[in-house]
Structure formats: C-alpha cells, structure tokens
T-cell receptor, first 109, second 117 residues
Framework: GDSVTQMEGPVTLSEEAFLTINCTYT??????LFWYVQYPGEGLQLLLK?????DKGSNKGFEATYRKETTSFHLEKGSVQVSDSAVYFCALRSAQVTFGIGTKLQVIP | NAGVMQNPRHLVRRRGQEARLRCSPM?????VYWYRQLPEEGLKFMVY????????ESGMPKERFSAEFPKEGPSILRIQQVVRGDSAAYFCASSPSAGTGGSGELFFGEGSRLTVL
C-alpha cells in the first residue's frame, strides 16, 4: 500500500537558518504530493502541493520539488522565522490520502 | 464561505459513555474523511465517506467505532463505550471530488479533542 516516510523531529533551528525536512514516499501510479502545516491547537492547512514529476510547489518561502526518480518531496526554506514553528506533514494522494508522521519544527529567536 | 466545521471542539467523557463528533464539510464538498491524532503521533486515517456511503473504513477499529454521512446533515463519528485510549484529537476533512487521479487537497476542520476520564 501507499506510505509516506518523513524525518522525525523535533527539529530546532535558530531564526534565519536553512530548513530541510525530508520526505519520501511509496505509491503505485502517479500520486499528487502535499505538505500540510499544523499550528498549535489548530487543524491542518495546505502549505504547498505538486501534481506531477518535476513540479515545484511553493508558498510563504517554502518549496518542495516532486522527484519521481528518488520518490521524494523534501520541504525547504531558506530562512525560517519564529512564526514557522509548527508541525509539518508530508502527504500523498492516490486512491486516498496518506500522511507522514509529522515533523515538529521549533524556531528560536 | 465557511470552512469545515467540527463540533464540539472539546468533549470530556467518562469511561463507558458514548462520544459523538460532528463534521459539516465545506459547501459543495461531498467527500468526508476522518483522522485521529494521538499525542506526539501522526495523523491516522480512519474512514472515508461520501453521502450515504462508506467508501473506505480500513482505518476504523472493528468495535465501538462507527461513522455515517447521511443525505442531510453532518457526518457523525460515534464512539461507544469510550476507554482512556480513545483520548485524542479527531480531525475531519472534506474534498469536492474523489482521490483517484485527482490532485485535490483536503480541507481540514479544527478538530474535536476528546478526553476520556
């Protein structure tokens, strides 16, 4: 079946540091890939998505590229802010939506 | 345009009682998904429903849990005879179309946090 593997947290970074959260997937066919973000006490919100190989999703300074050859969709941001502190979920959608375990990011001033 | 509405936001039950969680999808959405999030754990799929149909319940525990999405009204996740291990956040999400071949995102509610004493 489909699965998503993402790095376990927590990840603690200083403000303005570079962020990478790794995500790899296993799926049949050609799934769409997503990153969702969950702020404390809230539900998940879509951060970015990519629907086919080599697509790059971007939003709020975050980027991720759909790499079919490595079955990866790593999340990156060049300079994190304290307000980026949240839990980030990688997900894929084929027949249903499958989420990774989530990576907690804490950005300290 | 209201988003996905879940209620109650917080629910406290004693062991053995019943918990009912409600979810109203976004307007125009006919697909509803329920997920459970345990403390410090990820999001676990429970069930996927369309109006009056359960499409995939592979993530639902076989006993005590049930879900429905009637023709009229919200989707209901029902937990009978709750136990302490049922304490979790339950999230509902909706989408306008099915997943196969689609690229659509899920729209999430803010969750219902169940505490079993």
């Amino acid at each position: 079946g489909d699965s998503v593997t993402q790095m376990e947290g927590p990840v603690t970074l200083s403000e303005e540091a570079f962020l990478t959260i790794n995500c790899t997937y296993t799926a049949t066919g050609y799934p769409s890939l997503f990153w969702y973000v969950q702020y404390p006490g809230e539900g998940l919100q879509l951060l970015l998505k990519a629907t086919k190989a080599d697509d790059k999703g971007s939003n709020k300074g975050f980027e991720a590229t759909y790499r079919k050859e490595t079955t990866s969709f790593h999340l990156e941001k060049g300079s994190v802010q304290v307000s980026d502190s949240a839990v980030y979920f990688c997900a894929l959608r084929s027949a249903q939506v499958t989420f990774g375990i989530g990576t907690k990011l804490q950005v300290i001033p | 345009n209201a988003g996905v509405m879940q209620n109650p936001r917080h629910l406290v039950r004693r062991r053995g009682q019943e918990a009912r969680l409600r979810c109203s999808p976004m307007k125009g959405h006919s697909h509803v998904y329920w997920y459970r999030q345990l403390p410090e754990e990820g999001l676990k799929f429970m069930v996927y429903l369309q109006k009056e149909n359960i499409i995939d319940e592979s993530g639902m525990p076989k006993e005590r849990f049930s879900a429905e999405f009637p023709k009229e009204g919200p989707s209901i996740l029902r937990i009978q005879q709750v136990v302490r291990g049922d304490s979790a956040a339950y999230f509902c999400a909706s989408s306008p179309s099915a997943g196969t071949g689609g690229s659509g995102e899920l729209f999430f509610g803010e969750g219902s946090r169940l505490t079993v004493l």
